[in-house]
């Protein structure tokens, strides 16, 4: 990827209202060493690296998942097999780039917020915390999707559709433990 725009997209990833703040020097190397050629895909997988942030009760990975391609958003159907693969991640709870990458293009709103950047690319990434920070010192997996579309002027919609796709899971069992999804409204019943 060419470093001007590899550089842009950082730039935006650390004015992101709400999200911790990214190690530059680890993004924009994963972005340089990217190939994204031409292509009618909508999306490049980004390799996984992520960056650890520690706090007292609380653990954030965050990671680049894909580069989309900002002209590539327009005109997508959604095939049943995909439309049954969606449904079952969701029911199970599944967080998937993939799935994500597909709600997205099915959002006219944002979808129009891509064309309207004058950039080429956008980015995917996901922030995930492990919080076991309350009283009962209950493990809490929260994975929210962070989209970033340079120089876009509708943020609230981009933030309202992360906090839509961000899942809450609560740690569950006594002697095999394993996450079990939840309400939004129930983590903050017990912070």
């Known amino acids: 990827m060419d470093k001007e725009i590899a550089e842009i997209l950082i730039d935006e990833l650390g004015r992101h209202s709400e999200m911790i703040v990214p190690d530059r020097e680890l993004f ?14 909508f999306y490049e997988i980004l390799h996984d690296k992520q960056q650890l942030l520690e706090e007292t009760n609380r653990y954030h990975y965050f990671s680049l998942r894909r580069i989309l391609r900002n002209r590539n958003a327009r ?9 049954t693969y969606e449904a079952v991640a969701s029911a199970l709870g599944i967080y998937s780039s993939d799935v994500l990458s597909r709600k997205l293009r099915s959002d006219k709103d944002l979808v129009g917020i891509m064309e309207e950047s004058k950039h ?31 120089d876009a002027r509708d943020t609230k919609k981009i933030l309202d559709w992360e906090k ?28």
């Open 120 to 150: 080429p690319f956008s980015l995917l990434a996901k922030l995930q915390t492990y919080d076991f920070d309350n009283p009962d010192e209950t493990l809490f997996i929260i994975t929210r999707p962070v989209l970033i579309i340079p």
């Open 75 to 83: 005109d997508y159907q959604l095939s049943k097999w995909k439309q």
């Open 164 to 191: 839509t796709n961000t899942t809450y899971e609560k740690e569950v069992g006594i002697l095999f433990r394993h996450p079990k999804r939840i309400k939004v409204v129930e983590y903050y019943a017990l912070q």
């Open 28 to 41: 924009l190397e994963i972005l340089l060493k990217t190939n994204v050629p031409e292509s009618s895909k």
